[in-house]
């Protein structure tokens, strides 16, 4: 399933959303210019090796500072590819104006980054002997996607599904559409740690921790003098 588009309009210009997306573009658009040796180092020394912390003989052997914590921040702003970047700017862009709109410019920011380490915390704690480097704004996109479940469950989700190779689209309510993924992250996950020999390259428990902690992060940085924009203002402007 890939979203499109949902049905809700933000009210003001989402600055912040767009410069995170800015941001992670102008980022990944200097891992482009690295040689392969460069961008090895660079996801070593900014992404998240859970290894590096809890093996610290093995972190200093490589190199590896093992109290150096600021990869829990900047591993949020790589990414391993144009398709890693495009999709998850792309959910960002669908989603995050709106929660943006809900909690304002500067709480949106610090939630943002919260949900992105509080994602990275649980994708540590049970991958923590890992020695890959981890990289992408996933977990904390997740936890916007949460906030968003809480927050609009009755908006739907415009929803491209091939099926055998030709486009459907589909009007998904958020709700169902949000649960869903969810759950696809949760099976995931579970699979992979019952399958240790199965190889996956995603942070399926940073997508869980960080949709979870959204939601329960929300209630703190909701703005209480929001107004519910109903349908009638939507549709009819009045």
């Given at each position: 399933?890939?979203?499109?588009?949902?049905?809700?309009?933000?009210?003001?210009?989402p600055f912040v959303n767009y410069f995170i997306i800015a941001l992670n573009c102008l980022v990944f658009l200097y891992e482009t210019s690295l040689s392969p040796a460069e961008l090895e180092t660079l996801f070593h020394n900014f992404g998240l090796v859970p290894a590096r912390y809890t093996h610290p003989v093995w972190a200093m052997f490589t190199g590896l500072s093992p109290h150096n914590y600021l990869p829990f921040f900047t591993n949020i702003f790589l990414h391993g590819g144009w398709f890693h970047l495009i999709s998850n700017m792309w959910a960002l862009f669908?989603?995050?104006?709106?929660?943006?709109?809900?909690?304002?410019?500067?709480?949106?920011?610090?939630?943002?980054?919260?949900?992105?380490?509080?994602?990275?915390?649980?994708?540590?704690?049970?991958?923590?002997?890992?020695?890959?480097?981890?990289?992408?704004?996933?977990?904390?996109?997740?936890?916007?996607?949460?906030?968003?479940?809480?927050?609009?469950?009755?908006?739907?989700?415009?929803?491209?599904?091939?099926?055998?190779f030709l486009p459907y689209f589909i009007e998904i309510p958020a709700f169902?559409?949000?649960?869903?993924?969810?759950?696809?992250?949760?099976?995931s996950g579970v699979f992979s740690l019952a399958n240790p020999y199965a190889s996956s390259n995603i942070a399926f428990f940073a997508h869980i921790g960080g949709f979870i902690i959204g939601i329960v992060l929300l209630p703190l940085f909701k703005n209480k003098n929001y107004r519910t924009w109903y349908p009638d203002e939507i549709y009819f402007n009045v």
């Open positions: 399933m890939i979203p499109l588009k949902d049905s809700i309009p933000h009210r003001e210009t669908i989603f995050g104006d709106n929660v943006e709109d809900r909690l304002g410019h500067k709480r949106y920011l610090l939630f943002y980054l919260l949900c992105g380490i509080g994602a990275n915390l649980c994708h540590f704690m049970l991958n923590a002997d890992s020695t890959l480097p981890t990289v992408g704004a996933s977990g904390a996109i997740s936890g916007i996607m949460g906030a968003y479940l809480i927050l609009f469950p009755f908006s739907r989700i415009i929803t491209l599904i091939p099926i055998f169902f559409y949000l649960i869903a993924w969810f759950f696809m992250q949760v099976f």
